[in-house]
C-alpha cells in the first residue's frame, strides 16, 4: 500500500483500542509488513489500567505473571516492585512498552469509533470515528476491552445531587482530595471493595451503600525482594510455558514470597469437623476458606465454606451489627470473579465508616444532599459509583458494527453474544475479537489471553496473505456448536448457579440477556483448540479467495 492510500484513511488493519491487546496487536502486525492504525477513546495508552485511576485501584494477579511474555529483553528490563501492582505502575508499564517499541506513532487518540460497516462488494471494513475521519481496512481488530464501558445505574434523582459525582471507571487524571469531605459510594464489587479502606482513610466520613455483600479475601500484597525479581527472571521462560497451558493463566508465581495463596484447592470440606473448621480459621483465617475442591462442586460443601467465611467476619468486624450486614447470604462463594481486598473488613472497625445494608431497605432516590433510602436519609458532600461495567459485550454494542447485507451485530447478539471461539462472528467477515466472549478472557489472567488471540490473528492474517485469501468469516454451524460447547461446560458449575448474579452471567445490567459469556474450558485447553483449529486449514471458518 502506498504512503498516499494510508494517510487517506486506507489500511490494512484498523485496531480499535490501545489497552494490552490493542498494543501489541499493533506491534505484532508492523512486524509483518502491514500498514496499521490503532484508534483510541483516551488521550494516551493503557486502556483499562487508563481509565480506572480510583484510590486503591490494583491487579489481581501477581505482577510477574501480568506483564507481556513476547519480549525477553522487555521482560528483563523491567522490575516491578509489588506482588500485585497498584494502577500507577501498571500505566507505567503501559507507558514504558509505548515508547521501547515505539508504538504512539500509529495511534490515533482521542479518536472513538462510532461506527464499522462491511463492505461486501470490495470486502473492507469502512470505520468512522466520533470526529468524523473515515477508514478503510481489510481487517478490523476490536480490542475493546472486556471491562471498558462503565455502568451507571439509573436511580431516580441522580441529577439533584448538588456535589461533585466520580465514577471509579472513569477517574479524574488529577486525582480527588476527599480530605475533610464526606463521601458517599455505591457498590461493593472488586472496585468498590478496593476503594473503600483508601477513602475512608482520606474522607471525614465515608457512607458505604451495600447492595449485595460480596466474598472477598486478603491480598497479602507486599514489596517484591531483589532475591524474588532476581529468581522469577530466571525462571520466566518456565514461568511462562506453565501459564499458557494452565487453567487460568496464572501460576501463583507469588507464593511463599507474600501475595495470596493461588495454589489449587483439594480435599473436602464435607469430610471436616466443626471443630477442625474453627480450628482452620484460626490458622489461616480467609484462606482456610478456599482451601477444598469440593466447594466448587458440591452446594452443601459450598454453604459449609460461606458459613466458616461468615464466622471470620465476624471475628474482624467488631459491632456484631455491622458483621451481620457484611456477611454474604443466598449465593455460593466462588460463583463471581474473586475480590481481594487490603484491610476491607478492619475499615468497617473505624468511626468515620457507616455501612448501609440495602437488603434491610434499598435506595428510594438520590437527592440534593445524600440518598434517600427505606431505613433514611444519608448525607454526603461527593458521590462515587463504584457500580461496575456494561462487561464483554458492552464495547463492541455501543459501536454500529454492520456485517453482511448490513446486518447489526446487536441482532446478531439479541439473545446473547454468539462467536467462534470468541474470536470471529458469523456475517462479519475479516472482523476479529480479542478477548471476546466465548474465549477464557475475564476467567484468565488477560495477558496471557491477549498474547494467545494476538499471535492467533496474526498468523491467520500471514496464512491468509500467503494462500492469496481476501475473506475469513466464522461458518454458522461451527459458531452454533462453540456456543453449545461453551454453554455447555458452563452449566451445572457454581458459576452459572440461578442464585449468582454475576457480570459473567450479564445480570448486572437490567434487560441484558442472563447467558454465560467466557470459556471455563481452561487457557490451556483452549489454546489447544485454537492451535488444531488453524493447523486443520482454519477448520470451521470459510477462507475465499
Ligand atoms: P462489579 O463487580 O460489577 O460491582 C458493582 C457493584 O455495584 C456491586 O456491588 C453492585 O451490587 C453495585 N451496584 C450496581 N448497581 C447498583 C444499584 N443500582 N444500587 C446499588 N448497588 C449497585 O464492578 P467492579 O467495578 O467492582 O468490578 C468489576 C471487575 O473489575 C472486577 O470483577 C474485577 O475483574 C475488576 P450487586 O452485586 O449488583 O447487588
Request: one cysteine or more; proline letters at 5%; glycine letters at 10%.
Amino acid at each position: 500500500m502506498s504512503e498516499r492510500e494510508s494517510s487517506a484513511g486506507k489500511f490494512d488493519a484498523v485496531i480499535v483500542g490501545a489497552g494490552f491487546a490493542g498494543m501489541y496487536m499493533l506491534h505484532k502486525l508492523r512486524g509483518c509488513g502491514l500498514s496499521v492504525t490503532v484508534l483510541e477513546a483516551g488521550s494516551d495508552v493503557g486502556g483499562t489500567w487508563y481509565w480506572n485511576r480510583y484510590p486503591g485501584a490494583r491487579c489481581d494477579v501477581p505482577s510477574i505473571e501480568y506483564s507481556y511474555s513476547f519480549s525477553k529483553e522487555l521482560q528483563q528490563d523491567w522490575n516491578w516492585t509489588e506482588v500485585m501492582a497498584a494502577q500507577p505502575e501498571i500505566l507505567k508499564y503501559a507507558n514504558h512498552v509505548a515508547d521501547r517499541f515505539d508504538l504512539r506513532r500509529d495511534i490515533r487518540f482521542e479518536t472513538r469509533v462510532t461506527s464499522a460497516h462491511y463492505d461486501e462488494e470490495n470486502k473492507r471494513w469502512n470505520i468512522e470515528t466520533e470526529n468524523g475521519d473515515r477508514l478503510n481496512a481489510r481487517f478490523c481488530i476490536m480490542a475493546t476491552g472486556c471491562l471498558s464501558v462503565p455502568n451507571t445505574p439509573k436511580i431516580e434523582g441522580a441529577d439533584n445531587f448538588k456535589g461533585p459525582v466520580y465514577h471509579t471507571g472513569r477517574w479524574p487524571h488529577e486525582g480527588v482530595d476527599f480530605s475533610d469531605v464526606t463521601v458517599g459510594i455505591i457498590g461493593t464489587g472488586s472496585s468498590g471493595i478496593q476503594a473503600i479502606p483508601v477513602i475512608a482513610e482520606q474522607a471525614k466520613h465515608l457512607t458505604v451503600f451495600q447492595r449485595t455483600p460480596n466474598y472477598t479475601m486478603p491480598a497479602h500484597n507486599r514489596p517484591l525482594s531483589k532475591e524474588f525479581i532476581e529468581k522469577a527472571k530466571a525462571e520466566y521462560d518456565e514461568i511462562r510455558e506453565t501459564e499458557r497451558q494452565s487453567q487460568a493463566g496464572i501460576i501463583g508465581f507469588g507464593f511463599g514470597f507474600g501475595g495470596a495463596d493461588l495454589r489449587m484447592p483439594e480435599g473436602s470440606i464435607l469430610e471436616t469437623t466443626e471443630d477442625e473448621r474453627e480450628k482452620l480459621l484460626d490458622e489461616k483465617g480467609f484462606a482456610a476458606v478456599r482451601q477444598f475442591a469440593d466447594i466448587a462442586i458440591d452446594m452443601n460443601a459450598n454453604e459449609l465454606a460461606c458459613e466458616m467465611y461468615r464466622k471470620q467476619v465476624s471475628r474482624i468486624v467488631k459491632d456484631p451489627a455491622v458483621a451481620e450486614g457484611l456477611m454474604p447470604r443466598g449465593y455460593p462463594i466462588g460463583c463471581k470473579r474473586p475480590v481481594i481486598d487490603t484491610d476491607y473488613y478492619e475499615t468497617f472497625n473505624r468511626d468515620n465508616v457507616t455501612l448501609v445494608d440495602l437488603r434491610r431497605g434499598g435506595i428510594k432516590q438520590i437527592t440534593e444532599t445524600g440518598i434517600q433510602t427505606e431505613q433514611g436519609h444519608f448525607e454526603f458532600d461527593a458521590l462515587v459509583y463504584a457500580t461496575g461495567f456494561d462487561a464483554m459485550t458492552g464495547a463492541l454494542l455501543r459501536i454500529d458494527v454492520r456485517g453482511r447485507g448490513g446486518v447489526p451485530l446487536k441482532d446478531h447478539w439479541e439473545a446473547g453474544p454468539r462467536t467462534y471461539l470468541g474470536l470471529q462472528m458469523h456475517g462479519f467477515p475479516n472482523l476479529f475479537s480479542i478477548t471476546g466472549p466465548g474465549s477464557p478472557s475475564v476467567l484468565s489472567n488477560m495477558i496471557v489471553s491477549i498474547e494467545q488471540h494476538v499471535d492467533w490473528i496474526t498468523d491467520c492474517i500471514t496464512h491468509m496473505n500467503e494462500h492469496q485469501f481476501r475473506e475469513i468469516e466464522a461458518t454458522e454451524e461451527a459458531e452454533t456448536r462453540w456456543i453449545e460447547h461453551v454453554n455447555k461446560v458452563a452449566n451445572g458449575t457454581m458459576l452459572t448457579a440461578p442464585s449468582c448474579n454475576s457480570w459473567y452471567l450479564g445480570a448486572n445490567i437490567p434487560g441484558k440477556p442472563r447467558i454465560f459469556m467466557p470459556y471455563v474450558g481452561g487457557v490451556g485447553n483452549y489454546r489447544h483448540k485454537c492451535d488444531e483449529v488453524a493447523a486443520n486449514g482454519y477448520e470451521g471458518f470459510s477462507l475465499t479467495a
